[in-house]
């Protein structure tokens, strides 16, 4: 790795540097999970970023290891502004998913250094608490409806409010349930999902678990970006009776100037976000009345920095944050949502994901859901530490996930949004 020094552009207010910036790729729960690890000269002082695009992991890393640590090295980690902007504007073209997931890493990371650095947990920095806790959600699946409701029974009985809804729909490509390959045995391609079979089977599932469980439970459904913007009014509308908390993602990226029509009509909230890669697309989404829940990847939009941007402009804008956050984003990740919820006035729910025992042994500090909350952790930066030995004995692979998203096709053979 080259150590060159980029011009330090104005005297540091102590004798701090960076001395070493390096990804960390391991797969504890067989998902690869990035992290970027920024050391200084100050011995035992480092911090920890979520760099991670499990998709497509080693264009981060060698990102991170290659383009970042050298315009890096030497610089003073106070100056998390300038060290991000610099880091996105050497590219001279900005924005997508591996530049700002390898940001993201340094950004975290830097920020963990000023925690450590004022004794002081990241929530702290950004303003303090305005809640004690973020209130989480859950998945619940199943094959059939019957066994979706046991599923979310079961969480309401471990004590969460919100559980979000999927059944098996036809086709080996169904979203967030278990598939059920070759429904369609007389069609091109037998293992299809059927947008139209979709619309028929959402409904009856949302109405068996209105009448199955506690009608205090908050239901949520997840789309996945597969509908045009008819079909997802139509979804809406079929699903009123039901008073889900949001419906996500109705429409996919491409279609996003179409969402302000979506929810006009919808009489259900509309959450989108996951997919936006830029923090311009997610200034777009709060402005343009096409969201009540803004919910970005918030390593794909370059970290916490840009995140607090979208949480306060939320905030005036009378939108609420529901940050992706399942089994994808890294621990380190996962508690740079909970700082940003737990300071934001703007916050609705965040997405929760129980971590695996390998996680944890990987991670130690990591957050655990309890009774349905996240609480931050209380010790200086993320409190969140990295075992590289034991992160060593998780090996990340190629991501299944190509596998999975080339079978997402229609039963006539093209291929769908994964
Ligand atoms: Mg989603």
């Given at each position: 790795m080259s150590t060159d020094t980029f011009a330090n552009p104005w005297q540091a207010r102590e004798d701090i540097a960076i001395t070493s910036v390096r990804a960390i790729t391991t797969a504890p729960e067989g998902i690869a999970l990035v992290v970027v690890r920024v050391d200084t000269n100050v011995p035992g002082l480092y911090g920890l970023?979520?760099?991670?695009?499990?998709?497509?992991?080693?264009?981060?890393?060698?990102?991170?290891?290659?383009?970042?640590a050298r315009l890096l090295i030497g610089r003073y980690p106070g100056d998390i502004g300038d060290l991000t902007r610099l880091a996105a504007f050497t590219g001279y073209w900005r924005g997508g998913p591996v530049t700002n997931n390898a940001i993201s890493g340094i950004d975290q990371a830097l920020w963990d250094i000023a925690g450590k650095r004022a004794g002081m947990p990241v929530h702290e920095l950004l303003g303090g608490k305005v809640r004690a806790a973020a209130d989480t959600y859950l998945h619940a699946s199943g094959r059939d409806a019957g066994e979706a409701i046991e599923h979310a029974l079961a969480l309401v009985e471990?004590?969460?409010?919100?559980?979000?809804?999927?059944?098996?729909?036809?086709?080996?490509?169904?979203?967030?349930?278990?598939?059920?390959?070759?429904?369609?045995?007389?069609?091109?391609?037998?293992?299809?999902?059927?947008?139209?079979?979709?619309?028929?089977?959402?409904?009856?599932?949302?109405?068996?678990?209105?009448?199955?469980?506690?009608?205090?439970?908050?239901?949520?459904?997840?789309?996945?970006?597969?509908?045009?913007?008819?079909?997802?009014?139509?979804?809406?509308?079929?699903?009123?009776?039901?008073?889900?908390?949001?419906?996500?993602?109705?429409?996919?990226?491409?279609?996003?100037?179409?969402?302000?029509?979506?929810?006009?009509?919808?009489?259900?909230?509309?959450?989108?976000?996951?997919?936006?890669?830029?923090?311009?697309?997610?200034?777009?989404?709060?402005?343009n009345g096409g969201v009540d829940f803004i919910?970005?990847?918030?390593?794909?939009?370059?970290?916490?920095t840009p995140a607090r941007k979208?949480?306060?402009?939320?905030?005036?804008?009378?939108?609420?944050?529901?940050?992706?956050?399942?089994?994808?984003?890294?621990?380190?990740?996962?508690?740079?949502?909970?700082?940003?919820?737990?300071?934001?006035?703007?916050?609705?729910?965040?997405?929760g994901h129980v971590y695996s025992e390998p996680v944890h042994e990987v991670f130690p500090g990591t957050l655990r859901i309890q009774n349905g909350w996240?609480?931050?952790?209380?010790?200086?930066?993320?409190?969140?530490?990295?075992?590289?030995?034991?992160?060593?004995?998780?090996?990340?692979?190629?991501?299944?996930?190509?596998?999975?998203?080339?079978?997402?096709r229609r039963p006539d053979g093209a291929l769908e949004a994964p």
């Open positions: 970023g979520c760099a991670t695009f499990t998709q497509r992991w080693k264009a981060v890393e060698t990102f991170v290891n290659e383009h970042l471990a004590g969460q409010r919100h559980v979000r809804l999927q059944v098996t729909t036809p086709g080996g490509g169904g979203y967030g349930a278990p598939s059920a390959p070759t429904e369609y045995p007389d069609a091109p391609y037998h293992n299809g999902w059927s947008a139209r079979d979709y619309l028929r089977r959402t409904p009856a599932l949302f109405e068996a678990a209105r009448d199955k469980l506690p009608d205090n439970v908050e239901l949520l459904h997840d789309v996945h970006s597969r509908l045009t913007p008819k079909e997802a009014v139509t979804l809406a509308r079929s699903l009123e009776p039901y008073r889900l908390f949001f419906l996500e993602d109705v429409l996919a990226p491409e279609h996003w100037d179409r969402l302000p029509e979506v929810r006009e009509a919808s009489p259900v909230p509309i959450a989108v976000g996951e997919l936006t890669t830029s923090l311009t697309d997610a200034v777009r989404l709060v402005k919910r970005s990847h918030v390593s794909d939009i370059g970290g916490l979208i949480a306060d402009l939320a905030e005036l804008c009378g939108v609420r944050t529901a940050w992706h956050g399942p089994g994808d984003t890294s621990p380190i990740g996962a508690a740079a949502n909970v700082a940003l919820d737990v300071t934001s006035a703007a916050f609705g729910i965040q997405e996240l609480f931050p952790n209380e010790t200086p930066g993320w409190g969140i530490d990295i075992d590289e030995a034991a992160a060593a004995r998780y090996p990340a692979e190629l991501s299944g996930h190509d596998a999975w998203a080339a079978g997402v």
